[in-house]
């Protein structure tokens, strides 16, 4: 039968599969003859790589039918043909998880495996190993040992390689093996001593001083390998980097050595471990780089392409060292691989002068429709580096970016296209108008729901301060009659911003509300009658706080308090100001290299760090009826690195408390403190109500005391304070050996360094889209001006930096960014004082004479005290309450 | 993220043929493509990308570093994490083309793979175990599997029949190849 197969397929020319027409079933009924005498050694091999095949192809095997040919096959066994055999090692393999019972071929295997045929023996341990248990590994424990040790070069790799794959499982017995792979390492045979060195690796790699002395014998040593050596340089770098070693550690020196060697993999992986190291010097990177450099001109394509990938490496961190490889890489523009010639050309847009952008520019256009994706996105993240680093070229690149946008791509490609077109027009106002533009037109055809989305709220939030934010409604309600639910609901509220900002086109944005009234869908509905109402009140109040400034709090926290508040019915109406807040995104980090892989799992909101001591907190009586969590500071280090304790604080504030979290070590071995608590001594009326103390500190194991501290109700200005700190705790000595403690112990204190609580430990960051409207909202009522000279600043960006960590606020309008030879700079601040009331802060910077002048805007939404900002200058915090003054 | 050190080097080897369909395939790494869709839509995706351009002998692919060879009808893949080191893998796919050149005796198209795909088999096997690079000389390679080989297409018009089987050899008797002989 499958004769005849065979015969039409030879019929039918050369493009022919003997395999094609393979039914699983029709296998294995021809395996029956696997139990014949005797034994056809050619059609049981035929019939084994149909079976081999076809599970390669992803054909399902049940249980049972695979179990009756796996035991049919164990009769091949009696058959000494070679190939046949090694064939059956193959299925033994490929069916260890399909098939039952398996370990039936295991004396057969162990025969093969201390017998006489050399060229069973290695294969027989591979297959062995692959259906052996911890329970019967103790059994072939001695013939493991022997086969490592054995002089045949393939049985020792074999059993080396077999007995790493067996770590994960069985770890306890296979490190008993460690002497006879030591004595494997000095074989000498190359890949023997590669896979020697891998496996006492990877026995020994959580112990720092075994990995260095290994490192130590096979650097002087000298093995043959050049995969060894690749393996001798990773760990070498991996330890260099644990132990932050400086770089005239021998292992960098052995590393550099490396860059000599006479094949080229030993020399790549040297320079690139060179590379990929912290903290390197120009004058470090040049020998890596000069070797990169002669691989350029390399005939073969994956040396040319390994050595531009990482030439485009060093180019983030160090483009003037690149740049004596400017030639090279010119060269490469023009590679007939599209991977190699992409990365030249984004390396050279990193370290080239800017005179050279529109070229390259001109010649990656000829052929980025030839690259991949992934390569797409190498171009786009270049461009927006350019655009941050060559603000002027931004017309070129966006005219690039919207070709680019029209153009096929996926999800990730377009994705980064429209983000590059985001932050160049965040960065540059004059190119507002044309970016939007292209973003237009690019959702007139998009199938991205996320980008689209994002394009709205982006066309939402900048379209109304355009000159002529008319042009925009049309691209916006196409949205509501074309898309999806999703992007209907996004396109209301962009609307919605309109009618809110421009009260000419409010008229013609409320029919559009109407007719959105009617839409299929519950969300689009709801949002446009929800707007409908703000929108006809026509009060500004109204518009900031419901259409452009959203909610403020955590989404989770919000759905804590409302379940909470369903559990308790109560009479008294839900109070937001009991929400924790969300904590702001923090400005996204631009990802540094390129080609990265492409994460497949959707992110998920995990608990925030705050959230997570919001619960461990709850869990403290003593804390009870504290309410909310306000805000959480980072950690504080009380004591200096290496000192007999170390204790770091973190500050928790509440409404009207604060709760200090002393997370104390113990680095003492022969001690054991108990009863240990943070004594604090304020220096303002801040009044110390608990003290919770850590039961135990043993050695080495990290614990927690908590102080609880009531703020100064009568004096609102005192929002700083200093406390002086002690440790307090009975000392017990104990054996370092065993941990057991004496039976008496003796009181003793030890000094901290002082804390302090600061303006930012109030104030939680808030973001306002929408500043102006934020700050009409809130009226003029309880607005305070004030000036101050500021003496030791010398920059307006020094000047903003300072202000914002000391108020601990969100900058607003991207008023962070002071732009370039500028005398005078607005600064926007936003955030929320414990409590709940909001703050929002427009000072205005003026430089004159290298002395920054400001003027001081500040402005809440409640009668609360705020303090005055103080001189922003290095003062100790003490003297920040000075100016402070009372506000109603 | 320096690389942690690991004889894991190799995440997957596969052959396919030009029309993108796999002949042969291994995955070392669990955690990568767990099922048979994922990486069959991988090979495609691969596929698509180097096929045209068949000079290259590199590529960068779904966050993986891809090495590849093409030969007449067939397409060789070797797969390994973007931080590896571009040259291991080059080795590895040198090795099997090569290793597979002589036992195929130069013939390196799909029908003669096809046709000794228990020596393609036992050569894989014996170049990659587990995703560790377990031979990187094809002679020593050759030596391990010691297959002959079977039904060899010549490249001129005759196909020459290197085995004793006669059943096979009665197949022969009805094409036009045989009937030039």
């Not at chain 1, 029709?26 to 035929?46: D, K, S, Y």
């Not at chain 1, 023009?334 to 992409?342: F, H, L, M, W």
């Not at chain 1, 916006?476 to 009659?481: A, H, M, Y």
């Not at chain 2, 966050?63 to 571009?86: A, P």
Request: charged share 25%.
């Amino acid at each position: 039968m499958i004769k005849k197969f065979d015969k039409k397929d030879e019929e039918s020319g050369s493009g022919s599969n003997p395999f094609q027409h393979l039914e699983k079933s029709a296998v294995l009924q021809e395996a029956r003859i696997f139990n014949e005498t005797p034994i056809n050694p050619r059609r049981c091999l035929h019939i084994l790589t149909k079976i081999i095949y076809l599970l390669n192809q992803g054909e399902h095997f049940g249980t049972m039918e695979a179990t009756e040919a796996f035991f049919a096959m164990t009769r091949l066994f009696q058959s000494n043909d070679q190939t046949l055999r090694r064939m059956c090692y193959l299925t033994i393999k490929e069916m260890a998880n399909i098939s039952e019972d398996v370990i039936i071929v295991t004396s057969s295997l162990t025969k093969d495996m201390t017998g006489k045929e050399d060229v069973y023996r290695g294969p027989a341990i591979r297959a062995l190993c692959r259906i052996t248990d911890t329970t019967m590994l103790q059994a072939i424990e001695r013939y493991m040992k022997q086969a490592i040790v054995d002089k045949v070069p393939s049985v020792s790799s074999s059993a080396l390689v077999s007995s790493l794959h067996m770590v994960k499982m069985s770890y306890d017995v296979v490190k008993r093996w460690v002497n006879e792979a030591q004595e494997a390492a000095s074989s000498d045979n190359i890949m023997v001593q590669y896979h020697a060195l891998g496996l006492l690796y990877h026995l020994r790699k959580n112990d720092r001083l075994a990995v260095s002395k290994m490192l130590n014998k096979f650097t002087k040593s000298g093995l043959k390998s050049p995969f060894a050596y690749c393996m001798l340089i990773r760990i070498a770098s991996k330890l260099l980097e644990e132990t932050e070693a400086g770089h005239d550690s021998p292992l960098f020196d052995f590393i550099e050595s490396c860059l000599r060697n006479k094949h080229e993999m030993v020399v790549y992986e040297a320079a690139s471990a060179i590379v990929h190291m912290p903290n390197c010097t120009a004058r470090e990177l040049a020998p890596a780089v000069s070797v990169l450099q002669l691989f350029c001109s390399s005939p073969k394509a994956a040396l040319r392409y390994a050595a531009v990938r990482t030439l485009n490496k060093v180019a983030m961190k160090h483009p003037s060292a690149v740049t004596a490889c400017n030639l090279d890489l010119e060269n490469l523009i023009t590679d007939s691989n599209r991977s190699i010639a992409t990365l030249a050309i984004t390396t050279l847009l990193k370290t080239g002068s800017e005179s050279s952008v529109d070229r390259l520019m001109k010649q990656i256009s000829s052929f980025v429709s030839e690259i991949s994706d992934e390569f797409k996105v190498v171009v786009v993240q270049a461009i927006s580096a350019l655009c941050q680093k060559y603000p002027r070229k931004h017309s070129v690149m966006m005219n690039f970016l919207s070709n680019m946008l029209r153009d096929d791509g996926g999800f990730e490609y377009k994705r980064a296209i429209v983000d590059c077109i985001i932050s160049i027009i965040e960065e540059n106002p004059e190119s507002k108008e044309t970016g939007l533009a292209h973003l237009c037109e690019f959702i007139e055809d998009c199938e991205h729901t996320v980008l689209a989305t994002k394009i709205l709220h982006l066309l939402g939030k900048e379209g109304p301060r355009t000159p002529s934010p008319s042009k925009y409604i049309r691209f916006i309600f196409n949205r509501v009659v074309l898309e999806s639910e999703a992007v209907r609901a996004a396109a209301v509220s962009a609307l919605a911003k309109f009618g809110a900002q421009n009260d000419d086109l409010l008229p013609s944005v409320l029919v559009l509300m109407q007719r959105c009234m009617m839409d299929s869908d519950d969300e689009v509905r709801d949002r446009a009658t929800f707007y409908m109402n703000v929108l006809q009140q026509k009060q500004k109040a109204l518009n900031a706080a419901y259409i452009f400034n959203g909610l403020s709090v955590s989404v989770p926290g919000l759905e804590k308090s409302l379940h909470q508040y369903t559990l308790e019915p109560t009479e008294k109406p839900f109070d937001m100001k009991s929400v924790p807040l969300a904590n702001t995104p923090i400005t996204e980090q631009k990802t540094e290299f390129a080609p990265v892989a492409t994460s497949k799992l959707p992110e998920k909101p995990g608990p925030t760090r705050q959230d997570i001591y919001q619960e461990q907190l709850a869990a403290i009586p003593e804390f009870q009826g504290l309410g909310s969590l306000f805000k959480t500071s980072e950690a504080v280090q009380l004591t200096e690195a290496e000192t007999e304790y170390v204790v770091r604080c973190v500050k928790h504030t509440f409404a009207r408390h604060m709760v200090f979290q002393f997370d104390c070590t113990n680095t003492l071995n022969d001690q054991l403190l108990q009863k240990v608590m943070v004594q604090m001594e304020p220096s303002e009326a801040y009044e110390v109500l608990h003290y919770v103390p850590a039961a135990n500190l043993p050695y080495s194991q990290p614990g927690s005391c908590y102080s609880l501290v009531r703020l100064p109700e009568d004096d609102p200005t005192a929002v700083s304070c200093t406390f002086s700190c002690t440790l307090k705790y009975l000392v017990k000595d104990c054996d370092p050996n065993t941990g057991e403690p004496d039976d008496d112990g003796y009181d003793d204190e030890y000094v901290l360094e002082d804390l302090e609580v600061t303006v930012a430990d109030h104030i939680q960051k808030v973001l306002k889209p929408n500043f102006a409207a934020a700050w009409d909202e809130v009226g003029d009522d309880f607005e305070k001006e004030e000036t101050f000279a500021l003496a030791s600043v010398r920059t307006l960006d020094e000047a903003v930096g300072n202000i914002i960590s000391f108020l601990g606020m969100q900058p607003c309008e991207r008023s962070d960014k002071v732009p370039e030879n500028k005398n005078s700079h607005i600064l926007f601040l936003a955030g929320v004082f414990r409590g709940g009331h909001d703050v929002l802060v427009r000072s205005r910077l003026a430089l004159a004479d290298g002395v920054t002048m400001q003027k001081y805007s500040l402005l809440k939404s409640e009668s609360l005290v705020f303090p005055s900002l103080p001189k922003l200058s290095y003062i100790p915090v003490m003297e920040i309450n000075t100016g402070a003054s009372l506000l109603c | 993220s320096t690389l942690e050190p690991s004889l894991y080097t190799v995440k997957a080897v596969f052959i396919l043929d030009n029309d993108g369909n796999r002949l042969l395939s291994k995955y070392y790494d669990k955690e990568l493509y767990p099922s048979m869709k994922e990486q069959k839509n991988f090979e495609k995706n691969v596929f698509n990308k180097t096929h045209k351009a068949d000079t290259d002998e590199i590529a960068f692919v779904e966050g993986m570093t891809i090495v590849y060879k093409c030969s007449i009808d067939l397409f060789f893949y070797v797969v390994g994490s973007s931080q590896e080191n571009e040259l291991m893998l080059m080795a590895v796919l040198n090795c099997l083309f090569e290793s597979l050149g002589q036992i195929l005796r130069k013939n390196v198209e799909r029908r003669c793979l096809l046709d000794n795909m228990d020596g393609v088999f036992l050569v894989v096997d014996e170049i990659i175990d587990g995703g560790v690079i377990l031979e990187s000389d094809p002679q020593q390679v050759i030596q391990k599997v010691n297959y002959r080989v079977r039904h060899l297409q010549s490249r001129t018009v005759s196909t020459v029949w290197m085995n004793t089987d006669s059943d096979m050899s009665t197949i022969l008797e009805d094409t036009d190849d045989y009937r030039k002989l």
